[in-house]
């Protein structure tokens, strides 16, 4: 072995007890942390004690309520909106399809806290849409909206991004010919829908109402923003319990969501397993879109689409136009009567209003990199050797997509709050560290699951070719992989970093005055009746839809550039 | 062999706790074309990764040139290597394809640039250096893999069944190509395959392989009529097994093992021959098959020209003289 093996292997075992301490350190120690919470008090199980504890609080009780009627409403109205989109778009002819499937795909840059803030910026009281009904109807309230009708509306309207990527890939996916051989034998079109079409998205169809049901039941910036004072849901009182200096509650609460939530995770992923598995054809003939022969019903499909169309680009476009509005328009003009760049120049300039800005950009930038080092590092081993260490380690680096961010954060919290020998006797709730550190451990699920595929993809003839020709492993590892897996690290980052800006659950748990992240701010700003204030959190608003919208964009270039695998021949 | 350029001495190749190919002894004179044929399994990668240095031997010795290179890595054994479907770095162009080596080996970069140009020019692909591996064709990339093997000034290239993922046509093509370069570069070639039409095509020398050892040793010509073992005779060109009483009738003596007949050797229309049954007759293009049954033994024809007989009548069968394959069994 001569001297650069020796260097190797020292690094390779360097990096492996690194990882193992972060893995132990940061997710299983908080995980247990918080089941002991959770469960035990003064050392013994006191779990029975805790739920009456919680089943006897009258807010906890109607905020149980309140995620329970409002998950199964949700579940309801995103269904329908998103089963109309996807007829809109796959299966009936409608004009402008281009401009509606735009439209439509606006969640996926729209989503969560800003989402929340955006619709609080239109039809909240410091609302366009709000000024415009004033001067329309007198008396109606500033906060019309604000209460569980806005929960629900956010809601129905922003949790649609799953019937948008998934409903409409699985109707891509109906054979055509089977429509064809429907009518032929003289089906109608409602049969044809029935007998043919849904049978082969109902996986799909019960996955994503899943997937809704999920989403809704964390639901925890939407209520934060627009459920005013007397609406709210569980993950609110998660953080209240936590910030009542009562984490064993918090993380109870939590652990009884998390059950649930798991338990639905799985039950999805059951259907989406049994979804591909009916995509099984290659051959099949593209679906071809079905003009609507009733006239009427052409007409009330195509206003609804449209009315659809609006209610999703609104928002968006009042947002970026009042983003360059001066505050004092805020909340007073419908539509801004002249145009600034003050707004910006307050964010970007460096001033109180940069500092969140700049927080999130820093600690998203060394989550993204961390992260990125850590799969990097693991994924390849992951993936070249199976033994209990590595089928372990990956198991680890999953477990936060399973775990919810609610419970991971009680956990950090309570297993930090006091010095703890693991990090050197150190306290680090309060400190600047803990926050990145959670976005971290957020982040490497997705990662992992992205970059393994990246890495299994790679022919491992190039390997064999490059060590042939004298390459050593870490010369191997630069020149010949990580090309190949570069383009698929470059937009797992970019998206990471975008769900960092926005990451509001995490954020609300772990962030203190050191390092307000930016969600913070914009929930902050949102509910904030200052119009200064407001300015500043359209701006970021805008800054972070206009960053998803280049990630969105550089994935498409890269995912149509992209083809190491397919390059044979 | 004195002029032997690669020797395989005793060597054993497998994984540890399994030997898949044991005690195998070859000698590769310099510049000749040698296949290892095999069917899946019968161990001819391994073979080819244990010369290269990916594979460590498991007993035995690789000398190339004289020199023992058993236990060298792969970098210093000064094999090239041509990889199935060539695995060219798509990320790169084919110049830093090319040099790849050098540039582990920190040549400077006056070297690179004129060994690549050099090897580049051998293979007729100077103008393509800029290209990507994706935007070449496959005639193309096969150079590219080529010259990538000789850049490092090995005179051993190993091929590692680069056709096997290619249709009938391009297959042909580019099997033409790989020998004229060889003839023309002078390379010795080491080429894996388990397609007999690769091996009959192209070498001097056919290595035979079947579950780890070698069957047989020959040009194709030999392997083809003088096949040493039955596997031989299944395995290269169709051939029907006579069963014994059949082979006594056909022959004229007492068959104690097997004996092949090859479809060609069947002739029909034999004068004093046995009457045969014609059960089917599938028109090929070139040539026919008419599948026959003789005193109840399936056995099939080749035949050339129109002149087909009818399914249903009888014929006259006969077999070409000393053209059945006898395998006669030892006893004793």
């Given at each position: 072995?001569?001297?650069?093996?020796?260097?190797?292997?020292?690094?390779?075992?360097?990096?492996?007890?690194?990882?193992?301490?972060?893995?132990?350190?940061?997710?299983?120690?908080?995980?247990?942390?918080?089941?002991?919470?959770?469960?035990?008090?003064?050392?013994?199980?006191?779990?029975?004690?805790?739920?009456?504890?919680?089943?006897?609080?009258?807010?906890?009780?109607?905020?149980?309520?309140?995620?329970?009627?409002?998950?199964?409403?949700?579940?309801?109205?995103?269904?329908?909106?998103?089963?109309?989109?996807?007829?809109?778009?796959?299966?009936?002819?409608?004009?402008?399809?281009?401009?509606?499937?735009?439209?439509?795909?606006?969640?996926?840059?729209?989503?969560?806290?800003?989402?929340?803030?955006?619709?609080?910026?239109?039809?909240?009281?410091?609302?366009?849409?709000?000024?415009?009904?004033?001067?329309?109807?007198?008396?109606?309230?500033?906060?019309?909206?604000?209460?569980?009708?806005?929960?629900?509306?956010?809601?129905?309207?922003?949790?649609?991004?799953?019937?948008?990527?998934?409903?409409?890939?699985?109707?891509?996916?109906?054979?055509?010919?089977?429509?064809?051989?429907?009518?032929?034998?003289?089906?109608?079109?409602?049969?044809?829908?029935?007998?043919?079409?849904?049978?082969?998205?109902?996986?799909?169809?019960?996955?994503?109402?899943?997937?809704?049901?999920?989403?809704?039941?964390?639901?925890?910036?939407?209520?934060?923003?627009?459920?005013?004072?007397?609406?709210?849901?569980?993950?609110?009182?998660?953080?209240?319990?936590?910030?009542?200096?009562?984490?064993?509650?918090?993380?109870?609460?939590?652990?009884?969501?998390?059950?649930?939530?798991?338990?639905?995770?799985?039950?999805?992923?059951?259907?989406?397993?049994?979804?591909?598995?009916?995509?099984?054809?290659?051959?099949?003939?593209?679906?071809?879109?079905?003009?609507?022969?009733?006239?009427?019903?052409?007409?009330?499909?195509?206003?609804?689409?449209?009315?659809?169309?609006?209610?999703?680009?609104?928002?968006?476009?009042?947002?970026?136009?009042?983003?360059?509005?001066?505050?004092?328009?805020?909340?007073?003009?419908?539509?801004?009567?002249?145009?600034?760049?003050?707004?910006?120049?307050?964010?970007?300039?460096?001033?109180?209003?940069?500092?969140?800005?700049?927080?999130?950009?820093?600690?998203?930038?060394?989550?993204?990199?961390?992260?990125?080092?850590?799969?990097?590092?693991?994924?390849?081993?992951?993936?070249?050797?199976?033994?209990?260490?590595?089928?372990?380690?990956?198991?680890?680096?999953?477990?936060?997509?399973?775990?919810?961010?609610?419970?991971?954060?009680?956990?950090?919290?309570?297993?930090?709050?006091?010095?703890?020998?693991?990090?050197?006797?150190?306290?680090?709730?309060?400190?600047?560290?803990?926050?990145?550190?959670?976005?971290?451990?957020?982040?490497?699920?997705?990662?992992?699951?992205?970059?393994?595929s990246a890495f299994i993809g790679i022919d491992p003839a190039f390997d064999d070719a490059a060590r042939a020709m004298g390459a050593s492993g870490p010369y191997r590892f630069r020149r010949v992989v990580l090309p190949l897996v570069a383009p698929t690290a470059i937009l797992v980052a970019g998206m990471k970093f975008n769900n960092l800006l926005a990451e509001y659950p995490l954020s609300a748990f772990l962030y203190n005055i050191n390092n307000k992240p930016l969600p913070i701010a914009i929930v902050d700003g949102a509910v904030s009746a200052d119009p200064d204030q407001a300015a500043v959190s359209l701006v970021y608003v805008t800054l972070i839809m206009a960053f998803s919208l280049a990630v969105i964009l550089i994935a498409e270039r890269l995912s149509l550039g992209r083809t190491p695998e397919s390059s044979n021949l | 062999m004195a002029d032997s350029v690669l020797s395989l001495n005793k060597l054993d190749v497998g994984f540890p706790g399994m030997t898949v190919v044991r005690d195998l002894n070859l000698d590769v004179a310099d510049g000749a074309f040698v296949s290892l044929l095999g069917p899946s399994g019968s161990g001819k990668s391994s073979v080819l990764r244990t010369i290269a240095g990916l594979l460590p031997a498991l007993g035995g010795r690789v000398l190339l040139e004289g020199q023992d290179i058993t236990a060298l890595p792969p970098e210093r054994c000064n094999v090239g290597i041509v990889f199935q479907n060539y695995a060219l770095f798509p990320t790169m162009s084919a110049f830093e394809n090319i040099a790849f080596a050098l540039r582990v080996a920190k040549k400077s970069k006056a070297e690179v640039e004129r060994r690549v140009g050099e090897v580049a020019e051998m293979a007729g692909i100077s103008d393509q250096l800029d290209k990507k591996p994706a935007n070449m064709s496959g005639g193309q990339q096969q150079r590219v893999a080529i010259a990538r093997a000789l850049v490092t000034g090995s005179r051993v290239l190993l091929f590692d069944e680069p056709l096997s993922n290619l249709d009938a046509k391009v297959r042909a093509a580019m099997r033409k190509e790989i020998k004229r370069l060889q003839s023309e570069l002078g390379f010795t070639a080491i080429f894996v395959t388990h397609d007999q039409e690769d091996a009959l095509t192209m070498s001097d020398l056919i290595v035979v392989l079947n579950h780890g050892k070698i069957e047989q040793i020959g040009d194709g010509r030999t392997l083809y009529r003088k096949p040493a073992t039955p596997f031989i005779c299944e395995f290269i060109g169709v051939s029907n097994e006579l069963a014994p009483p059949l082979a006594a009738r056909l022959l004229g003596y007492d068959v104690k093992g097997r004996s092949f007949l090859r479809h060609e050797d069947v002739l029909l229309g034999a004068v004093a021959g046995v009457p045969a049954r014609v059960n089917h007759v599938e028109f090929l293009g070139a040539h026919s098959r008419v599948d026959l049954e003789v005193e109840g033994h399936a056995l099939s024809a080749m035949l050339i020209g129109d002149q087909l007989p009818e399914p249903g009548s009888t014929v006259s069968l006969g077999i070409r003289p000393g053209a059945a394959h006898v395998f006669q069994e030892v006893t004793g």
């Open positions: 072995m001569n001297r650069s093996t020796r260097l190797d292997r020292v690094f390779y075992w360097l990096g492996l007890i690194v990882i193992a301490w972060a893995v132990l350190t940061f997710l299983l120690v908080p995980m247990l942390a918080a089941l002991q919470a959770a469960l035990f008090r003064h050392g013994s199980l006191a779990m029975f004690d805790a739920v009456s504890e919680l089943a006897r609080s009258r807010r906890v009780r109607a905020a149980l309520w309140n995620t329970v009627w409002m998950t199964a409403a949700t579940t309801l109205t995103v269904t329908i909106v998103g089963m109309f989109q996807v007829a809109v778009l796959e299966y009936f002819r409608v004009p402008e399809r281009g401009f509606l499937k735009i439209a439509f795909s606006t969640p996926l840059v729209f989503g969560g806290v800003v989402a929340a803030a955006g619709n609080n910026f239109t039809y909240g009281p410091s609302g366009a849409i709000t000024a415009a009904l004033a001067a329309l109807f007198p008396s109606l309230p500033r906060d019309w909206f604000i209460g569980w009708f806005g929960v629900l509306f956010a809601h129905t309207f922003l949790m649609t991004s799953f019937h948008f990527l998934f409903l409409r890939a699985a109707m891509r996916r109906v054979d055509y010919s089977t429509i064809e051989a429907a009518r032929s034998m003289g089906a109608s079109e409602m049969t044809i829908l029935r007998r043919v079409v849904l049978p082969v998205i109902l996986p799909t169809v019960l996955a994503v109402t899943l997937l809704t049901l999920i989403t809704a039941m964390g639901s925890f910036a939407a209520p934060q923003v627009l459920g005013g004072r007397d609406f709210h849901m569980l993950s609110q009182m998660v953080l209240t319990l936590n910030s009542l200096r009562r984490p064993d509650m918090a993380a109870l609460l939590a652990l009884l969501m998390g059950l649930v939530l798991m338990g639905l995770i799985l039950l999805s992923q059951y259907f989406e397993a049994k979804g591909a598995y009916t995509a099984g054809a290659k051959a099949t003939t593209r679906i071809q879109l079905r003009a609507i022969r009733n006239p009427l019903a052409r007409i009330v499909v195509t206003a609804l689409a449209y009315l659809l169309a609006a209610i999703y680009l609104m928002p968006v476009a009042l947002i970026v136009l009042f983003s360059f509005a001066p505050a004092s328009s805020i909340g007073i003009d419908v539509l801004p009567s002249s145009f600034t760049l003050a707004n910006y120049a307050r964010v970007l300039g460096g001033g109180a209003a940069f500092v969140p800005f700049f927080n999130s950009m820093l600690m998203s930038s060394i989550a993204v990199a961390v992260g990125l080092a850590i799969t990097l590092f693991a994924v390849p081993i992951m993936v070249r050797k199976h033994s209990w260490l590595t089928r372990g380690l990956d198991i680890c680096f999953v477990l936060p997509w399973i775990i919810p961010t609610m419970l991971l954060a009680v956990g950090l919290i309570v297993a930090f709050d006091a010095p703890n020998p693991l990090v050197g006797n150190l306290v680090l709730l309060g400190s600047y560290w803990l926050l990145p550190i959670g976005y971290v451990i957020f982040s490497l699920p997705l990662m992992v699951r992205f970059m393994r | -």
